[in-house]
């Protein structure tokens, strides 16, 4: 195990994680082989919710015991088992740490649970010639049961896995690589996903045996290397609260009570919850593109290239999380995120032909990559740095529970969400000439995500708040209810303060934003003329115009007021609201200042359709989406408010040392 160094002079060359002190090659070799891990795991964990399905199919599965088989079992043992392990994977002392070990010992138990599942007919077959009495089942009825009991087994000892492995990363990864090692981590499941979709899922049918051995196998032979190759370091002893013997009641209620005693642990695990129930309904993402007319082909080539798209942007988004920090960057992306669902509500009126809607849905798509792939960079770093370390996998398996509960409450509602749309508008007619045929009720998913986003956009931005309560960038510690000092210390790592330069940048990307959109509409009227379009330029004179002059005017006003603060910020003043901060406003600049293009895009569509409507309400959603980004934008201004109050280097956080 590497030791601490005590040469000031190596300080810029060497990355500490507790007692682990990493070289910059040792950092390269810690994320190869965690990266590894992961490449490993991503495939096991594939495999089996990819081939099940079709093999429950295929023995003609009730859809309910099914759903039980599929989604109950994992979200039931993630609410039960996975909080046990974890707060005794957390109080676990062992010369190889406190991870490894139950990595290790659930290794043997997953790799024959994945050689049941691959063989679950032929045992099936095998039991009911030999057990007395289950010759009267049908051999599909036998089967079913065994690849239940077979599922349970693999999902109870898979828990012991999961929180052990991510669990560990925060155990060995320096802090300040968190955020990039996140990245490369979803870099490498995402190529794993796509090199399993690509090359071995046609297989899932015909050489099942065959991907099932395979998988255990590399699990087995991935994970020896990675338990070999990685070390865990010394954890400081337990508290007196880990070590007191205490019945199963009162170890519940200290788990309960422990996890759930600070405002900001609720919040953080709340709007994963939210995020989890909102989540399920975009499993039917492939219904609502088939509504809007795309084929099966489309569809491969659409969610083809949004994966590439993400691939690459993750890596450039990673480096930016940890400059600027996780929670930071999740707040700021989930509050300019509002915009993305209330946009899509114009599919609600509108009809393309597939070929059309796949491009102009692929563009505004591609449109919110970076962001997607800032929120996703953020989630696991954004846990590391908030939940107390002590008890970092009991944090996680919280999060975990309300997760899981939240899916399975979805899993009830959702399709019952569905069926409610689809009778309430089954045999209407409304504006727009669309029947609301069987799959109408798939394009309320924009509804259903919208009011998930307002919701996690409370809930975040409380926690934002929260987080600065408590000391900020410089000065946070999680709290912890059983210290005598109320938190647990550890290192500040340094962030990049607000730079005026840049902010000053992306203020006049956003001025192009709001008076190029109005510029857009007064240009939009000559050929709604030339083409005969008389009831739209109507409707541009008496609605569309007057509303982008509004947006302009208040963008003008609220424009004015943050470079008038970032004065103030320069000479030393309070200024009257918080500083947005300016990375995060070059990405909404960028990214809205990009989406004119699509404007023009609709709007050329539209027009070569003969259609005002369509027009008009492409102009419409494009003005409501400008109104919400002066609403996120004033709601970021209060947000920061008393806290981001200084600008260029005097907001800088150097990095300290855990004390």
Excluded at 55 to 72: A, R, Y
Excluded at 86 to 97: E, I, L, P
Excluded at 366 to 394: T, V
Excluded at 415 to 437: P, S, T
Aim: with cysteine.
């Amino acid at each position: 195990m590497p030791e601490a160094s005590t040469v000031g002079e190596e300080k810029r060359e060497l990355y500490h994680c507790g007692t682990l002190t990493y070289t910059k090659i040792g950092l390269v070799s810690l994320f190869i082989w965690l990266l590894w891990g992961d490449f490993c795991y991503t495939l096991m964990e594939t495999v089996v919710p990819s081939i099940i399905p079709l093999t429950l199919k295929g023995l003609s599965c009730p859809n309910w015991i099914m759903g039980m088989i599929i989604s109950t079992i994992p979200n039931f043992m993630s609410m039960t088992v996975a909080p046990y392990v974890s707060v005794k994977s957390d109080r676990c002392r062992t010369r190889w740490g406190r991870r490894i070990p139950f990595i290790a010992a659930s290794m043997p138990f997953l790799t024959v649970s994945l050689f049941l599942l691959g063989w679950s007919r032929e045992i099936a077959e095998w039991l009911r010639m030999t057990v007395p009495g289950l010759e009267a089942y049908a051999p599909a009825t036998v089967a079913i049961g065994m690849i239940g009991i077979f599922m349970l087994i693999f999902q109870f000892f898979n828990q012991f896995l999961n929180t052990g492995f991510w669990a560990l990363f925060n155990d060995v990864v320096p802090p300040t690589h968190l955020a990039r090692f996140a990245g490369a981590f979803r870099m490498v499941g995402t190529a794993a996903g796509a090199f399993y979709n690509y090359f071995l899922f046609r297989y899932a049918e015909s050489h099942s045996h065959e991907i099932f051995a395979g998988s255990a196998i590399l699990y087995t032979v991935g994970f020896l290397l990675l338990l070999s190759m990685v070390k865990e370091g010394k954890y400081p002893p337990l508290d007196e609260s880990q070590t007191r013997k205490v019945s199963r009641w009162q170890a519940t209620r200290e788990f309960f009570r422990e996890s759930f005693h600070e405002r900001l642990y609720q919040l953080i695990f709340a709007s994963g919850g939210v995020l989890a129930f909102a989540g399920v309904a975009w499993g039917f993402q492939v219904f609502f593109l088939l509504e809007m007319k795309m084929d099966l082909e489309q569809i491969g080539k659409y969610n083809a290239i949004l994966a590439v798209a993400a691939f690459i942007a993750t890596y450039f988004a990673a480096i930016f999380v940890d400059r600027w920090h996780p929670l930071r960057v999740y707040t700021y992306v989930v509050i300019f995120s509002l915009t993305g669902p209330m946009m899509n509500w114009v599919w609600l009126f509108i009809d393309l032909p597939g070929r059309i809607f796949f491009w102009l849905s692929l563009a505004a798509q591609l449109l919110y990559a970076f962001m997607n792939a800032l929120s996703a960079a953020c989630a696991m770093p954004m846990q590391m740095r908030l939940f107390p370390h002590s008890r970092y996998g009991q944090f996680g398996a919280a999060q975990g529970m309300i997760r899981s509960a939240c899916t399975i409450a979805a899993g009830m509602v959702v399709g019952g969400f569905y069926d409610l749309i689809q009778v309430i508008f089954a045999n209407c007619w409304h504006g727009g000439g669309i029947a609301a045929g069987a799959g109408y009720c798939y394009r309320f998913y924009f509804v259903w995500s919208s009011l998930a986003s307002l919701i996690n956009f409370v809930l975040i931005a409380w926690a934002y708040r929260r987080w600065n309560q408590l000391g900020g960038d410089a000065h946070f510690h999680p709290p912890a209810s059983w210290n005598k000092e109320g938190y647990e210390k550890v290192a500040v790592v340094a962030t990049t303060g607000y730079q005026s330069k840049w902010l000053n940048i992306a203020l006049l990307m956003m001025d192009g934003v709001m008076f190029g959109s109005l510029l857009l509409v007064a240009v939009m009227l000559a050929p709604l003329a030339w083409h005969g379009m008389y009831r739209a330029v109507r409707w541009f004179l008496i609605a569309v115009l007057p509303l982008s002059l509004v947006v302009a005017l208040i963008w003008f006003r609220m424009v004015r007021g943050i470079r008038r603060d970032v004065g103030r910020a320069k000479a030393g003043e309070l200024p009257v609201n918080g500083i947005p901060h300016h990375g995060m406003m070059m990405v909404f600049g960028s990214k809205f200042l990009l989406t004119i293009g699509l404007v023009i895009a609709q709007f050329h569509v539209a027009v070569r359709l003969e259609n005002e409507l369509y027009v008009v309400l492409f102009a419409l959603g494009n003005i409501v989406t400008n109104f919400l980004l002066l609403f996120c934008t004033w709601f970021v201004l209060k947000m920061e408010k008393g806290y981001a109050t200084k600008i260029d280097a005097a907001s800088l956080v150097a990095a300290a040392p855990e004390q």
